[in-house]
């Protein structure tokens, strides 16, 4: 006989999420720029990836 588990949610006391104020112009060209090299990173990565396929169905069709 196996028993239902129970979810227990903990309610969370804040005022606010986040920091106090709005960011300085500063802080949003570095958030900026680091989130453009993520996406770069991560499209640099995809393409690495698809090289990799693309080369090993291309062995795998050379070999048929």
Do not use: C, R, W
């Not at 453009?36 to 995809?46: I, N, V």
Request: glycine share 6%.
């Amino acid at each position: 006989m196996t028993k239902a588990m129970k979810h227990k949610k903990e309610q969370l006391d804040v005022d606010f999420i986040g920091g106090e104020g709005a960011l300085t112009p500063e802080e949003e060209k570095a958030l900026s720029a680091y989130f453009q090299q993520k996406k770069l990173a991560k499209l640099a990565a995809d393409k690495q990836e698809d090289k990799k396929k693309s080369a090993g169905s291309n062995q795998s069709a050379e070999a048929a």
